[in-house]
């Protein structure tokens, strides 16, 4: 199978190895970064992902802006998303099987600037290709699994009626705590499928059908979130990735702008 690579051109001379990192690593585990300069001016880099299905995310984001250049994203091979098999670890899912518009979620959330057309671009692609049954299985479950906790056999939490879970979050925190499955669990997640807006954060998650004010309502999801609780979004947005040290939070750093 050929890599799973795409060349990004147009990278302004002061874009570090590092900022290139954190900028795609919202796309998916990256293997390898090749940055080079072209002249006194410009940088390429070849960037080499684990799937195939990453590879593609980063090509959604054509034409973006990176460090003030318009970054020109290509491949020489066709990427099929979602045919990979996945390796078997403790995740329950890997950064790049999200759909993308719930990653362009966690740009907006962690301070980056994607203007609509390419929140578009991600619907279509989620629309086209759909999404991941590993991630759709794992949010599912989620929604089944938390609602016996809290609420009894054959509940979901998106089910219910939002009002009478206040107790319900209590009685299920405690049970995952003493099974140690909070430490394994998706907090940010949880919580939003647990909470008023419980089965929109449901549909987002699993249906194609959306459009781009609900990807920036999604965000804005997170970054309230955040604010109650500063480890959750870390935890939506890194497992699978690079890790949340790999990623930029608004408070402490200038996102560059993808237009």
Do not use: W
Not at 134 to 156: H, M, N, W
Not at 231 to 246: E, L
């Amino acid at each position: 199978m050929s890599a799973a690579t795409v060349n990004v051109s147009n990278i302004s001379s002061t874009t570090t190895h590092e900022q290139l990192h954190e900028f795609f690593s919202f796309c998916g585990d990256i293997k390898s970064i090749d940055l080079k300069r072209e002249g006194d001016s410009k940088q390429f880099a070849d960037i080499t992902f684990a799937k195939h299905s990453a590879a593609n995310t980063a090509l959604m984001l054509n034409g973006g802006t990176l460090g003030g250049e318009k970054l020109h994203i290509t491949s020489d091979v066709q990427h099929h998303n979602h045919q990979e098999q996945p390796e078997r670890s403790s995740a329950p899912f890997d950064q790049s099987d999200k759909p993308r518009a719930g990653i362009a979620a966690e740009y907006l959330a962690k301070g980056y600037k994607l203007s609509d057309h390419i929140l578009q671009r991600a619907i279509e692609i989620d629309n086209k290709q759909g999404i991941s049954k590993r991630f759709v299985d794992y949010i599912r479950g989620l929604d089944t699994s938390l609602g016996q906790k809290a609420l009894g056999p054959e509940q979901t939490v998106s089910g219910k009626v939002q009002s009478t879970l206040k107790g319900a979050q209590v009685r299920a925190k405690t049970i995952d705590e003493q099974k140690g499955y909070s430490k394994v669990a998706h907090e940010y997640y949880s919580k939003a499928i647990s909470s008023p807006f419980g089965k929109s954060v449901l549909d987002f998650y699993t249906n194609t059908s959306k459009q781009v004010l609900d990807i920036h309502e999604e965000a804005r999801r997170m970054v309230d979130q955040h604010k109650d609780h500063p480890t959750t979004t870390s935890s939506a947005t890194s497992t699978g990735a690079t890790g949340s040290d790999a990623q930029p939070t608004p408070t402490t750093q200038t996102a560059p702008t993808v237009v």
